[in-house]
C-alpha cells in the first residue's frame, strides 16, 4: 500500500510538473508611467509634489522627480490629482448582501435562500464594486457559504476577473448553533448551520476546523469568541491561535460582549471584530498586545435599513474616540454585507468615513487606518500596499487633496491593480482584467 501510495504521489508531482513546463506565458504587462500631481505617503503623513511612477512587470520599478520613460511606454497624466495607495476594507463579507425586501435585512433568511454558486457570483460583482472604489485589499471575514470568499481570490489571482486582493477566512468557527438559533429539528437533523458555520466545541472539533479552513484556503481564521453565552474560553482561544500558527495563519475574533472581548485579548488574538464589547479597559489592553481593532463603526448615514440609530452611532462614535486616544492599531473596516438602495458596495464601504470624522479623528490618522494600517492587519505590508519600487502596483487617484478633505477619497477617479489600469477618469476599463484561462497560473490553495 505505501509504495502505491508513494506511487500516486509522484505521478501527481509528474504532472504538476509537466502542466507548469507546458503552462502559456501570461499576457505581456504594459509599461506605464503615472505623472502625478500629489504623491501621498500615508505613512509619514505628507504629500510631495510633481512626482513620476514607473510600471514595470505589475510591479513599481521606480519612484522620483524624474523616471526614465521606456521607448513604447503608456504615460498616464494625473498631474491635477492626488496619486495615493489603495484602500483597504479589513472587515467585510462580499459573498452576502441581505436586504430589506425580501428578507427584512435577516440574513439567516438570505443564508438559507441563496445558493453558494449565487453568492459567489454575488462576491465577483461586490468585488468589482469596491476595487472601482479604490479598495485594492479586503479582508473577506466569513459568512460566504461554502468557501465562496476563497474562490473569488483564486479567481481574481488567476485572471479570470477584475478585483480586490482578497485576504478570505474560510467558514466562521463557533460554538454550535454559530450565529444561528435553528431548531432543534433543522439544527440536529438538517444541519442547516454548516457551510456559514463550523461548528466547535470540543478541542478535537477545534483543530480540525482550523485545519479544514487552512487546507481549503483561508488566509486569516474567524471565531465567534462569544456568540452564545457559554463562548470559547481564554484556554479554547489559545487552542485555535497555536493550531492556526502553525499554518502560518492569524486569528480574529468577532466578539460582541466586554466578557467576550476580554478572553479574545488574553487569549492573544490578532484582531477584534466589532466594537460592542470594546471599553475602555479592552482598549487598554488591546494597545498593550498590539491587537488590531475593525470595529466596523456604522456611520449614520446608512441607518435607513435599522443599520444603526442615533443612539448606537453615539455610542459607537464614542468607542471609536476612546480607541484613538488609548492608541490601539486601528484599521478601516465595515461590515457593509447589506443592499443599499442608489449605493454600491464600494460606495456604503466609503460612507463609514462618516464615523471617523464625527470622532474627530484627524484625516491624516483617517487615511493611515484605510491604507497603511489595512496593510499590516492583512499582512501584505512586505509586498503589496505601500508604494514603494519592487512593491505590486496597486494605485489609485483622486481629485482634491484628501488630507485637507477626507471626503476626497468619494471620487477616485483612477484604479490600477496589480500594473493593469482598471479605471481611468472615472470610467471602469476592465477589458484586461478577463481572460479566457488561468493566465497567471493555477493558483492552488
Known sequence: MARRLCGSAGLVIALAGTAAAQAPAPPPAPVIVIKAGRLFDPESGTIATSRMILVENHKISAIGPKVDIPKGATVIDLSQQTVMPGFVDAHNHLAITYKVHPERNNYYITYITESTALRAIEAASNGIQMLAAGFTIVRDMGNNGNYADVALRQAIERGWIPGPT???SGIIIGGMGGQFWPT??????????????????????????VRQNALFGAKVIKICADCKKWGYTTDEIRLIVAEAAKAGLKVEAHCQTKDGARRAIEGGVWSIAHDIGLDDENHKAMAAKGIWRAGTETPITLQ??????????????????????????????????????????????????????AAGIPNADILRAMTINGYKVAETDSVRGPLKVGFAADIIAVNGNPLEKIDAVRDVRFVMKNGLVFKRDGIMMPAAFFNGGPVYGPNLR
Open 184 to 209: 432543534p429539528e433543522m439544527e440536529l437533523e438538517k444541519r442547516i448551520v454548516y457551510p456559514e458555520y463550523i461548528e466547535a466545541d470540543t478541542q478535537d472539533e477545534i483543530i480540525k476546523a
Open 304 to 357: 435607513e435599513g435599522n443599520h444603526t440609530n442615533p443612539e448606537a452611532f453615539k455610542r459607537t462614535v464614542a468607542g471609536l474616540r476612546n480607541a484613538y486616544d488609548n492608541k490601539v492599531n486601528l484599521t478601516y473596516s465595515t461590515d457593509a454585507d447589506y443592499f443599499v438602495p442608489g449605493k454600491t458596495r464600494g460606495e456604503v464601504a466609503i460612507d463609514f468615513i462618516e464615523t471617523w470624522k
Open 166 to 168: 482578497i485576504i478570505p
